[in-house]
């Protein structure tokens, strides 16, 4: 039997180095499976490079660049974790959405065409690129990168001539990848919202106006008034108002650092909004309007800079307690309400459903005009108009201490609840409370009031059917 070599081969040295052979071919599998996530997609035949691949950059890698115009002022950009801030010529948040279509646009469109040209010193006139339109710096990873694009192209006026000096090779760019990045002012680059927050996030808000303050808790799907006084909201005022505090948005940029409030009403705002969110309170400051040019002046806390406000975004966030409140009259659904007792300048009439159909009780019993019934559950189903005043005491002020009107509404479920209406009040309408709302005084609209003085002969249905035969 021949005799085993004294040097150790290749299968003794792996033997029982299974386990590590293996880790191994995990960790190599694990990175090449990393470079192809990293790597762009392939392209298909015929497709063009991606300007990235010419640049060195993909969009996401870039964290800092400089836009450079001829004769005008750098705008330079960099990134402060995910978000985008500028910071020459001014320091300012930027609209981070903004910036990153704009990169990823520009680095992720194909080219328009390689000329196959190298753009030298004695060349580079004759495609615009010794003054060119734009330079764009990019740094990123490390590298930094310029892009500098110029004349439209002859014969395809929807290009412009680059190059990029780390490569030096002619190519075109689509404008409509460029436009912005050469066109747009500092200004445009800025984020004009207001409140930086989404909808779904806002806790809390509140308005401060003048003396008045009124503010309002989200505790679940609903919205309460806890300022200034516990209420539940209107069932749509809590949401419509967080949706419009975060659609608060810059329409001009005034000036920075202002050293006037006073000239723009912001020494003493007319109006105050402060929504809570997850990761703390954010407030906006109105001032007075913004004249002629239309909108209101605004600024937001934190940023000194003044701006104005479209006047319907104000409109819409410049709520009183009385616009929020719960103002629903009576609550109840038509077809669980089984007697409805009315008395009012006509007289007292009593209704009440009996298989399915309306029926007179009182003054006469004959068979009620169900569309005018129908009429009548509407008008109590509907909301106020405004809230006037919570936990009223003298109630004959609102003439509800002998009401016009009382309507009683009967369900399926022994409830019963009670609507009074009063004089007239100013909006015009009228005073009303409920026995669901105890003393607060409501204003409603007079089209619900008249809606409410129906008589017997309107209630009483135009075809009754004959008698029954003895």
């Known amino acids: 039997m021949a005799e085993r070599s004294a040097t150790p081969g290749l299968a003794d040295k792996l033997r029982g180095k299974g386990g590590l052979i293996a880790f191994a071919i995990v960790i190599v599998l694990a990175f090449v499976a990393f470079l192809e996530m990293q790597a762009p997609p392939p392209r298909q035949l015929g497709e063009s490079p991606g300007v990235w691949s010419y640049v060195g950059l993909r969009s996401q890698e870039v964290d800092r660049f400089e836009i450079r115009r001829q004769d005008e002022d750098v705008i330079a950009l960099a990134k402060q974790g995910d978000e985008w801030r500028i910071t020459q010529p001014i320091q300012a948040a930027a609209d981070s959405e903004l910036v990153t279509r704009l990169l990823t646009d520009l680095l992720d469109s194909p080219i328009g065409q390689d000329g196959g040209v190298t753009i030298t010193t004695e060349n580079q006139t004759q495609y615009g690129l010794n ?25 395809r006026p929807t290009e412009r001539f680059a190059v990029t000096d780390e490569v030096g090779k002619l190519f075109t760019l689509a404008n409509h990848v460029t436009d912005e990045l050469q066109d747009n002012a500092a200004d445009e680059f800025r984020n004009r919202r207001l409140v930086r927050l989404d909808a779904d996030d806002v806790r809390g808000v509140t308005i401060q106006s003048g003396s008045e303050t009124t503010e309002l808790r989200r505790d679940g799907n609903t919205w309460k008034i806890v300022r200034p006084v516990d209420a539940v909201a209107d069932e749509s005022a809590g949401g419509n108002l967080a949706s419009a505090v975060v659609d608060l948005e810059a329409d001009e940029f005034v000036e920075s650092n202002p050293a006037d409030l006073a000239k723009y009403g912001l020494d003493r705002p007319r109006l105050t909004i402060t929504a809570t ?46 616009e929020l409140r719960n103002r629903n009259l009576l609550t109840f659904e038509n077809d669980d309400v089984t007697r409805i ?45 405004a809230a006037v005043e919570e936990n009223a005491i003298d109630l004959a002020k609102y003439g509800l201490d002998k009401p016009q009107v009382t309507a009683i509404v009967s369900t399926r479920d022994g409830r019963t609840q009670s609507l009074f209406v009063g004089r007239s009040s100013a909006r015009p309408g009228h005073y009303v409370r409920t026995s669901t709302t105890a003393n607060l005084v409501l204003d409603v609209s007079m089209e619900t009031v008249q809606a409410l003085q129906v008589s017997e002969s309107d209630l009483t249905a135009s075809d009754p059917p004959p008698p029954a035969a003895p």
Request: charged fraction near 20%.
């Open 131 to 155: 003054k060119p339109s734009v330079q764009l710096v990019l740094h990123g990873g490390g590298k930094s990168r310029t892009l500098r694009y110029a004349n439209s192209v002859p014969q």
């Open 277 to 322: 969110g997850p990761s703390g309170e954010e407030t906006v400051a109105f001032g007075s309007s913004a004249g002629d040019d239309g909108g209101r002046y605004a600024r937001r806390q934190g940023e000194n800079v003044v701006v104005t406000v479209a006047d319907f975004l104000f409109d819409d966030v410049n709520k009183q307690y009385a």
């Open 341 to 385: 007792s009315l008395v009012n300048p006509s007289g007292a009439v009593e209704l009440e459903k009996q298989g399915g159909a309306w029926q007179m009780l009182k003054p006469r019993r004959v068979p009620a005009n169900a569309n005018r019934v129908a009429d009548l559950l509407f008008a109590l189903g509907q909301p106020a108009d």
